[in-house]
């Protein structure tokens, strides 16, 4: 019998295949190691990431799903809560314990409950509306808070490049 | 590419310093002499070794690993570098014996230990991979033990060095090697782990068990070898500077180790002591999924106070990171173990005679209590202090529990004892009936630190109780309060009459001389009505009540032996002396008891 954490991310892969949710593609990226994922995700309609496809990697660790996997867009983005090389800061990505912004409630944190597909539901909801109180980007934060039109611009333009689409 | 070129690189200018030595000198051994002394041709030579080593790892490399993953040459190239910074922290400190067969030396150590880390990381990868094929295995197995075999090797070498040479470089080797060669040995006994796991058709669930406990056993090796080439190092030579690193790693892991073994332990004991197994039923009625591990729960499964229900296993490696339920994050800790598990443990540490009488008066202002506590019956708190009051009448304690209830003939002398130990507490108060807790002050350990103070023990003569009487004292709420509320009703009716009589009694006793019971020693003033309701017997023995103080009572009977604590007592406050005095507790006669039992009786009924 292979290993736990195996077994579950192989279910989770079935599920995820079986019953892709709206607008997210996952899975292995070789089958031979389902423990480095890739995803497609659709920008949310009626924000300003719509129509983008953003590709991410979704990297789990050898306890999963006891500690949470951590993501990481491969694509140019521009949000508050994306740090600026890609990697994703939201509380369900976060263990309980550490709190690396301050300001999330173990409620909302990483449990074995939470699983890949609600993950990426999370991180659309987050393209959807950005929490500008943790910075991950604060530029971006900046922006979205004051300048929104600028940040629509921005946003409109790295959707077009994740198509392919010359500026 | 690059690397192609610079072997061909140094392969031609070696062809060429060679070739230029033999041109020059025509003869072997000459063009060797010639090659050494001259340092251009020396530099060559040493490149060419360099390139060599590294193709020979490379070679080695496609043998046992094939093609490395990403991770795994990342892994390797982070490790590597502070590898090879620490090699030269360790030159300085040989630099005295700096040569090139030290240097070589040095690199072979680096190889293997790349090696090390390498066969590390695949052994791991088997957790992770699907597909492990049959060359995998044959990999690794070989891998390990020529690994195995070198480590042995280089360590029996450094050992012999050491021995007939003396302190040397040679010490750091053997140090190097033997925590390679415990290396070794952890890899190995993860790879039978992983092995065993993979061939059973069922998830092996005490892997992680196993493995947690290699883990702290080969750290404790690993921190006892770093400690002492440590202390060698530093009586030899001097602050072996370039082992800190790795030794604090060591140390971390081996302190992590010992946590994780420790809370593992502690779920462990949680889970097989606080929650009980899910039964089929409660299976069939959840969705029969474990949402850690996404799989049926055929095993063994537990439910949480939250109604979820979780593998053993999952659960397990779970609370040893957090003591919350996945699902709702109860903290179950703090639900369950404040009702459960201090009575469980604080049990054996209960002294003799702990309980504060008016604990368990107390008790009943705080139904809510009982609701929690299963066990906890509201007369639990008297039991222990009757249990030191009258040790003979054990078998009569079951009026105790229900006072409420009609007295046998055998019952009611515990019970009337009793009533009377509350007696004095409500005639001194004037409303008995009502919320006692408020009322003493003096004994407030119950309410104020709940947990400090174990409930007292559930007495085991429950089952005197009839199944009836036992579901209104345990029952929900409104019926329990009321039974209990009846109860103490007819406790606070005998207890009057108790203290009539003792008023009779010591009026009576004011003019004769009665050998009579003492009281048993108990520093509360509650135990001054046990004093009375035992010499209730008074107004059966000696039919004369007349009216009078009991101050002469008391010391009238100060010259009795029984009463010889007494005596010292201030006769003004009897009440309370006769409860202060200390002496052992003689067993009433069965006759006296008797009687006494029957003249309760009839008080009760005229009360009633």
């Known amino acids: ?167 | 590419m690059r690397s192609i070129g610079i072997s061909l690189l140094s392969f031609m200018l070696t062809t060429v310093v060679i070739a230029n030595a033999y041109y020059q000198k025509k003869q072997f051994y000459p063009s060797v002499v010639y090659i050494t002394k001259s340092n251009p041709s020396m530099a060559v030579i040493y490149i060419q070794a360099f390139v060599v080593i590294l193709m020979f790892g490379k070679l080695m490399n496609r043998i046992f690993f094939g093609q490395l993953r990403t991770a795994e040459f990342e892994h390797l190239m982070e490790r590597a570098w502070y590898a090879v910074t620490e090699t030269c922290l360790a030159f300085t400190v040989f630099r005295d014996d700096f040569n090139p067969k030290f240097v070589a030396l040095f690199t072979l150590l680096l190889f293997l230990k790349s090696f090390h880390w390498l066969a590390e990381d695949r052994v791991d990868y088997m957790e992770r991979s699907p597909v492990i094929s049959l060359l995998f295995h044959l990999r690794v197995l070989s891998l390990l033990t020529v690994l195995g075999a070198l480590d042995m090797y280089f360590v029996q070498h450094a050992y012999l060095s050491t021995i007939t040479k003396g302190a040397s470089v040679q010490l750091v080797f053997g140090f190097e090697y033997a925590i390679l060669a415990t290396m070794v040995v952890n890899v190995a006994i993860k790879y039978a782990l992983h092995t065993v796991d993979l061939n059973s058709e069922m998830p092996w669930e005490n892997k992680a068990v196993f493995l947690l406990y290699t883990e702290l056993i080969m750290g404790f090796i690993k921190v006892i070898l770093y400690v002492l080439f440590v202390i060698i190092m530093v009586r030899i030579y001097t602050l072996p500077l370039f082992a800190f690193r790795p030794m604090y790693y060591t140390i971390r892991n081996f302190k992590k180790a010992f946590n994780d073994v420790i809370l593992s332990r502690r779920a462990i004991h949680n889970m097989n002591t606080l929650y009980p197994d899910a039964t089929a039923e409660e299976l069939q009625n959840a969705d029969n999924v474990c949402i850690i591990c996404r799989e049926e729960m055929v095993t063994a499964s537990k439910k949480l106070p939250c109604n979820h229900i979780f593998h053993t296993a999952c659960l397990r490696s779970w609370f040893q990171r957090q003591q919350t339920c996945p699902t709702c994050r109860l903290n179950i800790l703090q639900t369950n173990i404040p009702t459960a598990a201090p009575r469980r443990e604080e049990r054996p540490r209960v002294p003799p005679q702990p309980p504060n009488p008016f604990a368990a008066p107390n008790l009943f202002a705080n139904p809510n209590l009982f609701g929690r506590n299963d066990n906890a019956n509201p007369f639990a708190g008297m039991n222990p202090f009757q249990q030191i009051l009258n040790p003979n009448e054990q078998n009569q304690n079951a009026a105790n529990q229900a006072p409420g209830q009609a007295p046998g003939p055998s019952a009611p002398t515990g019970g009337d004892q009793n009533n009377a130990q509350s007696g004095s507490t409500s005639n001194t108060q004037t409303t008995p009936n009502n919320t006692i807790p408020p009322m003493f002050p003096p004994f407030p350990p119950f309410p104020f630190m709940p947990f400090m103070i174990p409930p007292p023990l559930p007495p085991e003569h429950l089952r005197r109780l009839t199944e009836d009487e036992l579901k209104r004292l345990e029952g929900q709420e409104r019926e329990n309060v009321e039974a209990r509320i009846q109860c103490l009703r007819n406790i606070q009716i005998m207890l009057d009459t108790a203290i009539l009589m003792m008023q009779q009694y010591s009026a009576a006793a004011s003019f004769s001389t009665i050998t009579s019971q003492v009281p048993p020693p108990d520093r509360s003033s509650a135990a001054s009505a046990e004093a009375a309701s035992r010499e209730t017997n008074a107004p059966d023995t000696n039919s004369a009540s007349d009216p009078g103080d009991a101050a002469p009572t008391t010391s009238s009977n100060a010259n009795d032996p029984q009463f010889s604590a007494t005596s010292s007592a201030d006769p003004e406050n009897n009440n309370v002396e006769m409860s202060t005095s200390a002496s052992p507790e003689g067993p009433p006669e069965d006759e006296v008891r008797k009687r006494r039992l029957q003249h309760f009786q009839r008080q009760l009924e005229q009360q009633q």
């Open chain 1, 1 to 167: 019998m292979a290993g736990s954490a195996l077994r579950r991310l192989m279910a989770e892969y079935k599920q995820l295949t079986l019953n892709p949710p709206e607008g997210i593609i996952a899975g292995p990226v070789n089958e031979e190691n389902f423990f480095e994922w890739e995803a497609l995700i659709t920008g949310p309609e009626g924000t300003c990431f719509e129509g983008g496809v953003f590709p991410a990697k979704l990297v789990f660790p050898p306890d999963y799903p006891l500690s949470p996997p951590k993501m990481q867009f491969t694509c140019e983005m521009f949000h508050p809560n994306i740090y600026s090389d890609g990697r994703v800061c939201i509380s369900i990505l976060h263990a309980p314990g550490d709190d690396p912004m301050g300001y999330e409630s173990s409620a909302e944190r990483w449990s074995p409950v939470q699983s890949v597909e609600k993950i990426l539901l999370s991180v659309v909801s987050m393209l959807a509306e950005p929490n500008d109180e943790s910075g991950a980007n604060v530029d971006a934060a900046k922006m979205w808070r004051e300048n929104r039109d600028e940040f629509n611009k921005i946003a409109q333009r790295i959707v077009r490049r994740t198509l392919g689409i010359p500026n």
